[in-house]
């Protein structure tokens, strides 16, 4: 049974409630307290982390190995106990390795039959198979974690079922994987049903087993602007946009609104059991600095324009960035949540909040690297050369607290 949607929110029944509020101003001497109420929710509020920046976990600058491949659009990562796993997008491959980074096997290739691909969208592994969605042909696709073909499941079967209320939806794309056997499926309005001007899209969120489907909620879309022009309407992200992130470990669902700066948790087999995380922070404002980060990347080494740099000034609709830029989930149900960029540094902090709520603290990560995965004693990471290539790097991670 769906409850009334609220801005902002993924709607649907909430059974257990963790509130971790990240407190701007001077903290308190207790860091978490925990608190129910009288549906006995759980409630965890967490005033700062257990450590600062450098002083509990550690990412440390030199890879323990470099993955032993020539990679072209990297679009996801794995690492586990004993190897990791790529999507090497352009050449329509799944590459895995050992933890010294000698290849293991090579799953997959360019093509349309069982196992192959047309583009590679992401990978999400579980406990024992991966899987990966191709969105040129709508399908998603899972593999042992040896790399032999199992599965090839088109989401053109689950189309029609998908529909659940009078308003017209088109699927999105599958976003993760969970417990080896659910996709969980975005479903948005088409853009034709949207106005000109800046918008977040209404989405829906389903588990989907097969032909069947569990519908957890709605929930606001990525933010997008439609400005007018001759031939129509065209579309564009404006400057720090807000949106949503889903993410998937195992059983669970991760759903985070960089809006709102919260994090809900559905267990899609028992969809009554919903776990909310909720950052309370004082967002950072929108420096001129953090604006021209913002354009150098957004332009990627072209210098942009006088009027492509106004147009932009004129679609900032926000003082302050988001209050967060990505999240991920380590195998070990560690959420990690990326600060936003506001100057043009090397490298990126991610806080990292325990499963029960507990904020730990800030991990920087290697200058100049994206982390793609966290696993449990290690980090894989994607590093660009200054040649235009791709370099997947596996770092060590020491937990000293």
Known sequence: ???????????????????????????SAQRT??????????????????????????????????LSSSFLRVSGGFVGVDRA?????????????????????????LGSGPGE??????????????????????RLIRF??????EETFSLAAVRESSMTSDRAWQILGAHAI????????????????????????????????????????????????????????????????????????QDLVYVADS????????????????????LVRQPTPITEDAFSEYLRQRFRGVTPTPEAIELQRSLLGHRTTAFFDDMMVSTDGFVWLLDPKTGRTGS??????????????????????????????HVLGLRETGDGEERVELFGLVKRR
């Open 144 to 149: 042992t974690l040896t790399g032999q073909h």
């Open 259 to 278: 809006e709102r700066d919260e994090v809900r948790v559905y267990r899609p087999l028992s969809p009554t059991s919903v776990q909310l995380i909720r």
């Open 117 to 138: 691909f047309r583009g590679i969208a992401w990978l999400q592994c579980g406990r024992r198979s991966c899987w990966a969605y191709d969105p040129n042909q709508r």
């Open 178 to 249: 969970v417990a080896d056997s659910f996709a969980v499926m975005r479903l948005g309005q088409p853009m034709t049903e949207l106005t000109t001007g800046p918008v977040r899209p209404l989405e829906r969120i389903q588990i989907v087993r097969g032909s069947t489907s569990v519908d957890l909620g709605s929930m606001q879309g990525p933010e997008v602007h439609f400005l007018a022009s001759r031939g129509g309407r065209v579309v564009t992200t404006p400057p720090f946009a807000r949106r949503s992130i889903v993410r998937a470990r």
């Open 348 to 377: 990126r902090t991610w806080q990292v909040i325990q499963p029960d709520g507990v904020w730990l603290g800030g991990v920087e990560a290697p200058a100049g690297v994206a982390i793609l995965h966290v696993g449990s004693r």
């Open 33 to 66: 307290v925990t608190r129910r109420d009288s549906a006995r929710v759980a409630i965890v509020t967490a005033t700062r982390g257990q450590w600062s920046l450098g002083s509990g976990w550690v990412i440390p600058s030199v890879p323990v190995a470099t």
């Open 85 to 109: 796993i790529v999507a090497n997008t352009g050449n329509g491959s799944i590459e895995i390795f050992d933890l010294n980074g000698s290849r293991l096997a090579t799953f997959g290739r």
């Open 1 to 27: 049974m769906m409850m009334a949607r609220e801005a902002g929110h993924l709607s649907g029944p909430i059974a257990v409630l963790v509130l971790i509020a990240l407190a701007a101003g001077p903290a």
